[in-house]
């Protein structure tokens, strides 16, 4: 079983920046593809981004892609996602997830999340 708990959250102002972190424990951080979803107040969770389990590859939801940038070091066992420009609508509760990419892109996470943190973005 993986354990994972995200950090970075906060508040900002349109057109700043955030790092957010999730770090794992449990099992062989490598093992999985790792992603991003977002949590809007009165809003179904949508994905954000997937990194593969070897960092080779990465996948962006087209509301964040050229300001988001998703990245993994299995050495840390830990995952981030960089994220600038931020706008208001970037504004939710931030969930990392550990599972399988192919599966992760056709809306189906794996079973494993963090228990999110927020960001706020003022105008």
């Known amino acids: 079983q993986v354990q994972l708990l995200e950090s970075g959250g906060g508040l900002v102002q349109a057109g700043g920046s955030l790092r957010l972190s999730c770090a794992a424990s449990?099992?062989?951080?490598?093992?999985?593809?790792m992603s991003w979803f977002r949590q809007a107040p009165g809003k179904e969770r949508e994905f954000v981004a997937v990194?593969?389990?070897?960092?080779?590859?990465?996948y962006y939801a087209d509301s964040v892609k050229g300001r988001f940038t998703i990245s993994r070091d299995n050495a840390k066992n830990t995952v981030y996602l960089q994220m600038n420009s931020l706008k208001p609508e970037d504004t939710a509760v931030y969930y990392c997830?550990?599972?399988?990419?192919?599966?992760?892109?056709?809306?189906?996470?794996?079973?494993?999340w963090g228990q999110g943190t927020q960001v706020t973005v003022s105008s």
């Open positions: 990194i593969r389990w070897d960092g080779g590859n990465t």
């Open positions: 997830n550990a599972g399988y990419a192919p599966l992760v892109l056709i809306g189906r996470p794996g079973d494993y």
């Open positions: 449990g099992r062989t951080f490598s093992g999985y593809a």
